[in-house]
């Protein structure tokens, strides 16, 4: 016996969905170049390409926590810890090269692990102790920071006898352009972020839990393990950014990371990642970043006083998120 | 034990402080559908979750193909080929249909880390062509009507091989058209040889669809009948263990002289040209399928949503932009989700039904608590709020508390014009009874009733003059001495 259901405009509906997701992806994208010509129409020096280096170099510590932290932020969690986590992980990176002398390869390594344990931690106790997302980050972000003033005595750790440690993140292995290393790295962060979570597994629990997370309990996801995990991913993006930050610096300086949580998760809202969870992109999370440090650099060029960036940067986060409700109501 | 498929037997669950079932029975023979019916908290989910490894029971055997089982988690029933289909949907809304059929068994490449989605779509393409069902793989789940949510639910249970289907209150969000559909497909299931066990408060679906019905009460096994040689009004009679008479109202039209409400030309995004009337001592009952507009005439006049049109009250035009405009001349809404439009589930009872109020009670802002005390008690004890104190947290109370809670908000606000959308929706047939005879009393005492609801025996029960919509329009009015079921569907399904 055969059935017959309600039949669905299976080709018109494809449209729709692609058009829609492209339309969040372009406008994103053409706000980034409307402000890019409007800044080089207000100032000559806006695309030198020093100026354009500088606001690269200037994007990548933020961008990669941003890009990390929009991991836990689509399954509909919060990550406070990463600025000072940042830290610690630049702190630890320091003790384990300039402090117990060991090769600098280990010290990046052991830099990206303590990056991983904060995010572990914080998975932890996200999961398995129940601690809502928000206070068990901020207590991880208190930790953290205090932490990095233990272990340095409150005093910078300097790299400065470390041959080559500032060209991990400012010299270049580029054969064009010598764009620094530190930008390529960010860059190929981007890429494994993105496989990660468009083309694996770890991707789609993220989106199914940020989507619905007692659906994907019980449909026999081990939602737990995976939210230890993407927290975890999220730690090492954190000490990817601390290695990056110690070695622009040629320190580690342990009260500097405070707020640099506030401005990744700026970046990821500017990119449409949604705070409720469920929905975001990496690539989106790109666009927000560079559209933070194109403001500010701009701004900065156009002379206009710190405080003002600040404020202009503020009302930036209520237009991008304003606008994403307006397009999403349109749907 | 020859034939079945399923037998629970002797099964008793205790959870902190209550004795969820005792000694409860159920067998399940191959291509039937059984109905499992019982009021709120006779124990039917808490079996169902022990079925299906969501909950570990305390005592009892569970024989599935003459063999004995004990899922330990919902994943292990699905494998076993037990699947439920939960009354709220347990979908990804952001994820696509084939992402959600088969979420936790994705296709994978290399290391078992990455994802095949090629294959995905494929697999999900191949059930659906077995299936005869028309679905894109790549949509998203928040696209999708209920409806076709459901039929997502249906194929991912198939794609496990189900042999069980378990099926909580499948049809309390679908049209009458989507129902017809649904009972296709199980129909075509049962000939599969799928079987269903089917939870529903609804009377009539059971009588279209089930082969035998299982009534349960208390957390108790009542009795198991043949679903064609049993009234249904013997089912209701065992379920609340007395008997419920349903009867109809044949009012006066001539009683009520007095118009309170009057509304004219109501147009917006889903409405057109509504007009109708309202009197006071009046229970005007709206009619008309799921979707036809009723909520939306509802929140128009309560200023929820926007509208042109002419909202008269007591004779003189009234400007409502927002509900405290509605609020201020004296309307009161009771939203069909409670729990999410008309109640803090988190406050007390009393600070509840003060909530609207709360003017009443200060003094240069200061809010002086015994008074509403005093009031909140006087207005629950009226109502029969089946609550230790006022100063009960509201999610402990049963549906039917909670929704005399809201009831008696609007009462302490002194509302004339009481809104109630689906009054009785979610809250058990005891409870029901309850109900009704509140909101006649509220009727008798002068105020002004709208009552939505999709139930015909509770408009017909209630209604002094039906209203019934089909498609954003008024499709007819009807006096309850004129009214049947067969005139209201055919207003409803009348097409301009």
Redesign the interface.
């Known amino acids: 016996m055969s059935v017959t259901l309600i039949s669905t405009k299976t080709e018109s509906n494809k449209k729709i969905l692609s058009s829609t997701e492209a339309l969040q992806q372009i406008l994103a994208f053409a706000s980034l170049i409307i402000l890019i010509i409007f800044f080089s129409l207000a100032s000559e020096n806006f695309l030198s390409w020093s100026n354009i280096e500088g606001i690269l170099l200037s994007t990548t510590v933020i961008g990669i926590l941003a890009l990390g932290t929009t991991f836990v932020i689509i399954t509909g969690g919060i990550d406070l810890s990463i600025g000072t986590g940042m830290t610690l992980t630049s702190v630890m990176t320091g003790v384990f090269i300039v402090f117990l002398g060991l090769p600098v390869i280990m010290g990046i390594i052991g830099g990206i692990l303590m990056g991983a344990l904060i995010g572990f931690i914080s998975g932890f106790s996200v999961s398995v102790l129940k601690i809502p997302p928000f206070i068990a980050t901020l207590a991880m972000m208190m930790i953290a920071e205090g932490l990095s003033l233990v272990i340095s005595g409150a005093s910078p750790i300097y790299f400065s006898d470390v041959e080559g440690f500032n060209l991990i993140a400012l010299g270049s292995i580029s054969p064009v352009l010598s764009i620094p290393n530190a930008v390529l790295i960010f860059f190929l962060m981007v890429i494994i972020g993105w496989i990660l979570l468009s083309k694996t597994i770890v991707g789609r629990y993220t989106f199914s839990i940020g989507s619905n997370e007692e659906a994907t309990r019980l449909s026999g996801i081990n939602v737990k393990k995976w939210k230890m995990i993407i927290y975890t991913i999220a730690g090492c993006f954190t000490g990817v950014a601390g290695v990056i930050m110690a070695s622009r610096l040629n320190s580690a300086q342990p009260s500097l990371g405070m707020g640099y949580e506030l401005e990744a998760i700026a970046a990821v809202v500017i990119g449409g990642t949604s705070l409720s969870g469920g929905k975001g992109s990496l690539i989106g999370t790109l666009i927000g970043a560079l559209i933070m440090s194109v403001l500010t650099n701009g701004l900065r060029i156009m002379s206009i006083p710190q405080e003002w960036q600040t404020v202009v940067i503020g009302l930036v986060i209520l237009l991008a998120v304003y606008f994403d409700m307006l397009r999403k109501k349109g749907e | 034990m020859s034939g079945k498929i399923l037998e629970m037997k002797n099964i008793s669950k205790t959870f902190p402080g209550v004795k969820a079932l005792s000694n409860v029975l159920l067998d399940l023979y191959p291509g039937e559908v059984l109905a499992l019916i019982g009021e709120n908290g006779a124990g039917k989910s808490t079996l169902m979750k022990i079925l299906t490894g ?1 909950y570990q029971k305390d005592a009892g055997h569970i024989f599935y193909n003459n063999q004995e089982i004990a899922p330990t ?3 292990e029933a ?1 494998e076993l080929g037990i699947n439920i289909i ?1 009354q709220e949907l ?6 696509t249909v084939a ?1 959600n059929i088969f ?2 068994r ?1 296709p ?1 490449d290399f290391l ?4 095949n989605n090629k294959e995905l779509n494929q697999k999900a393409e191949a059930l659906f062509e077995r299936l ?5 793989p ?3 789940i928040s ?1 999708l009507t209920v ?2 949510q459901q ?1 997502v639910e249906i194929a991912k249970a198939l794609s496990f091989n189900a042999k069980v289907l378990i099926m909580d209150e499948p049809t309390a969000a679908l049209t009458d058209k ?1 129902i017809n ?1 649904l009972f ?2 199980i ?2 299931l049962k ?1 599969e040889g799928v079987s269903i066990i089917y939870i529903s408060h609804r009377m009539e679906e059971l009588k279209r669809i089930s082969d035998r019905i299982t009534v349960m009460r208390d957390g108790e096994y009542i009795d198991t009948l043949p679903t064609e040689t049993t009234e249904m009004k013997q089912v209701v009679s065992l379920m609340v263990g007395r008997e419920i008479k349903i009867e109809q109202k044949t009012s006066n039209p001539d009683t009520f002289t007095e118009t309170i409400l009057e509304v004219n030309n109501l147009n917006n995004h889903y409405l057109k040209d509504v007009s109708f009337h309202l009197r006071k001592g009046e229970i005007l009952g709206f009619a008309g399928l799921v979707g036809a507009g009723r909520t939306e005439v509802a929140r128009a006049i309560f200023g929820a949503d926007s509208f042109t049109g002419e909202i008269i009250i007591n004779g003189s035009k009234v400007s409502i932009k927002q509900p405290v405009d509605a609020v201020n001349h004296g309307i009161g809404y009771l939203s069909e989700d409670r729990k999410r439009y008309g109640l803090m589930l988190d406050m007390t009872v009393k600070e509840n039904i003060a909530i609207s109020s709360l003017s009443k009670y200060t003094m240069a802002s200061f809010v002086k608590p015994s008074n509403i005390k005093k009031d909140a008690e006087e207005y629950s004890t009226k109502l029969k709020v089946k609550t230790p104190s006022v100063n009960q947290r509201v999610k402990l109370l049963s549906g039917g508390n909670q929704q005399k809670v809201v009831i008696a908000k609007w009462l302490l606000k002194n509302s004339d014009i009481l809104i109630f959308d689906e009054p009785t929706r979610g809250i058990d047939v005891g409870a029901k009874q309850e109900i009704y005879e509140l909101l006649e009393s509220l009727a008798k005492e002068g105020k002004s009733i709208m009552m939505i609801s999709s139930e015909l025996p509770e408009v017909l029960r209630l209604s002094d003059r039906i209203m019934v919509m089909n498609e954003g329009r008024i499709t007819g009015e009807l006096l309850s001495k004129d009214a049947d079921q067969k005139r209201i569907m055919e207003l409803a399904t009348k097409h301009y």
Not at chain 2, 90 to 95: H, I, Q, T
């Open positions: 969501i988690n919902p994943k699905q939960h347990n979908l990804m809304p952001d994820l992402e979420i936790g994705e994978r078992n880390f990455f994802l005869n069902i028309k679905l894109n790549r949509t998203k696209k409806a076709k039929m989507e559909t296709n497909i129909n075509w000939n």
